[in-house]
């Protein structure tokens, strides 16, 4: 929400967790759907029961071959979050740190969640929805990196809300390469620093 000036009024809503669901045949005109439309952004911070409930950062998807619902990975909440057809939020399954990629073996009804910040695949029954194992993984990343990920990424640590993190913007740690004035409404008209215009 970077159209929005002044950081005393972003504070707590400047980022949305949307999906867009696009049907061929009208390419131009998208369903939008809220994936957190449980929070209520004019109370800041939310309950811990708002932060618990809330998707951050969403990522691999796989699709039940019938139908009727997809596995999203929510790698800023530690969570899969079970949609229907129309991306509404049915569950969620609490698996690893760091959720980023999901394979489903829909005959043997199992779920393969890969955990990078921890490397670890999390493997989930789909009927019960529930992690029935853990399997670990070698990462040869220094204990600096690894120690790191979540004060990037971890929203539950660093939202009031529970879904954004750094990284909601920083997407890998990268520049975002959005404009944002969040200056002092009440203070003085600067001039920019030499070499910045």
């Known amino acids: 929400l970077n159209h929005i000036r002044f950081e005393p009024a972003l504070r707590g809503r400047f980022i949305r967790t949307r999906m867009a669901i696009v049907n061929p045949a009208s390419p131009g005109n998208p369903t939008i759907v809220d994936l957190n439309p449980h929070i209520d952004y004019d109370v800041n911070p939310g309950p811990p029961s708002e932060i618990a409930l809330s998707l951050s950062q969403p990522g691999g998807m796989a699709f039940a071959p019938g139908g009727g619902t997809i596995y999203m990975t929510a790698l800023g909440s530690g969570k899969v979050a079970v949609l229907d057809d129309n991306a509404n939020v ?15 073996d829909g005959a043997r009804e199992r779920l393969y969640v890969l955990n990078r910040f921890e490397s670890t695949i999390s493997i989930v029954n789909t009927q019960t929805r529930q992690v029935i194992g853990v399997l670990p993984l070698f990462d040869p990343s220094p204990a600096e990196v690894t120690d790191g990920r979540r004060f ?30 969040l200056g002092d409404p009440d203070g003085p008209i600067l001039p920019p620093p030499p070499n910045q215009i």
Do not use: K
Not at 90 to 104: K, Q
Not at 156 to 171: E, K, L, T, V
């Open 90 to 104: 049915l569950d969620r399954i609490a698996v690893g740190e760091g959720p980023s990629g999901v394979a489903l």
């Open 152 to 181: 990037l990424y971890d929203a539950r640590i660093s939202s009031g809300h529970g879904d954004a993190a750094c990284a909601s913007c920083h997407a890998g740690g990268n520049m975002d390469g959005i404009a944002w004035d």
